[in-house]
């Protein structure tokens, strides 16, 4: 029993001593470039901000945004499925054709209410 606790002590070390030789190495090599002028600003693209960065943005780019979130979970749960589908059988099969149904109906729904559409 004691000895489990040795090991997630020595882990930690480790872990807090790797964390400090990292942080170490950056303060001895980093240049070390005080921040003035063009440094400070926000931006550091060569265009200067011009107004607020609290700006509307129009909610079809959220939906869309969401619409694309929607496909790459689904893309997401067709790997596992497709390692394991051969021990899973054709119960399996026609769920995750249910499951793409209803992803296709859903993107359907969203190409005729012009979510799709960026202008």
Not at 30 to 44: I, V
Request: overall charge negative; charged content about 15%.
């Amino acid at each position: 029993m004691a000895y489990s606790y040795v090991d997630i002590l020595a882990t930690a070390i480790v872990a807090i001593g790797f964390i400090l030789m990292n942080y170490l190495t950056v303060w001895l090599l980093a240049p070390k470039n005080p921040l003035q002028g063009e440094k400070l600003e926000t931006y550091e693209c060569g265009e200067l901000p011009f107004d607020d960065a609290l700006v509307n943005f129009n909610i079809r780019y959220y939906v869309f945004a969401l619409t694309f979130f929607v496909f790459d979970m689904e893309a997401i749960f067709l790997y596992p499925w497709a390692v394991v589908f051969n021990a899973l059988g054709l119960a399996a099969l026609l769920e995750m054709f249910s499951f793409l149904l209803v992803l296709a109906v859903g993107l359907f729904y969203a190409y005729k209410k012009g979510v799709l559409h960026w202008v």
